[in-house]
């Protein structure tokens, strides 16, 4: 595919689960970034990986959120002991290296019971 | 600190014009993004601003003041398809910092 892939689309979980949501961007593109889109709110950014630079993770929530992004390609951000203030739509982004233009997937909608 | 502002909300007719402002407070300003978002889909590229000045694009244009900290974006002729979520971002530090979006409703 062309474009930033994530999955799931959606997520049902209960509270004090962990989640996974998983996010390929597209193909050669050096930048990956997560953002939360909560109701009603702004995208807020997450973290952003570059290379193989140590991420900025700087606007990560808490401990219980983390992510990785293995070969340089597809990355996983994972929520540990899920709360109902997570539920949100997680968005995925990718930019080629030398570029500016950030792409988007569609995102993960989550919903902690 | 970082500090966006948009209207939250819009309403315009088909086929007029309509203009969302948006007015920012960061350090470290790189640029000025517009984003289209329709519901439950994925945010899209409409703009990219650096320097002072409007950039046209087709029914699209977008105007960056950096000495005000202000941009608008223009959308002309406006089309049903155009009602959607308008997301202004700013760029520090490689990363968007957006505001919380203009919801616009064209009605008929």
């Known amino acids: 595919g062309a474009g930033v892939s994530q999955s799931p689309s959606n997520k049902v979980t209960e509270k004090g689960k962990d989640v996974e949501l998983r996010c390929d961007p597209i193909?050669?593109?050096?930048?990956l970034y997560w953002y939360r889109q909560s109701l009603g709110q702004g995208l807020e950014f997450l973290i952003y990986?570059?290379?193989?630079?140590?991420?900025?993770k700087s606007g990560l929530p808490s401990d219980r959120f983390s992510a990785e992004r293995t070969g340089g390609s597809v990355s996983t951000l994972t929520i540990q002991r899920t709360q109902q203030e997570d539920s949100a739509v997680y968005l995925c982004?990718?930019?080629?290296?030398?570029?500016?233009?950030?792409?988007f997937g569609a995102g993960t909608r989550l919903s902690v019971l | 600190g970082q500090n966006i502002d948009q209207p939250t909300e819009m309403t315009a007719t088909e086929g007029a014009i309509v203009q969302i402002n948006c007015t920012y407070q960061?350090?470290?300003?790189?640029?000025l993004f517009w984003y289209q978002q329709h519901a439950g889909e994925a945010p899209t590229f409409l703009s990219y601003n650096v320097l002072d000045g409007l950039e046209e694009k087709g029914r699209f244009s977008s105007f960056l003041s950096r000495s005000k900290g202000y941009s608008y974006l223009l959308l002309k002729e406006l089309q049903m398809k155009d009602s959607a979520s308008y997301l202004c971002?700013?760029?520090?530090?490689?990363?968007?910092?957006f505001g919380q979006g203009t919801e616009l409703s064209v009605k008929p």
């Open positions: 990986f570059q290379g193989n630079s140590a991420p900025d």
């Open positions: 982004a990718s930019r080629e290296g030398t570029g500016d233009i950030q792409y």
């Open positions: 971002a700013v760029t520090q530090g490689g990363k968007l910092i």
């Open positions: 960061t350090s470290g300003f790189n640029g």
């Open positions: 193909s050669g593109h050096t930048a």
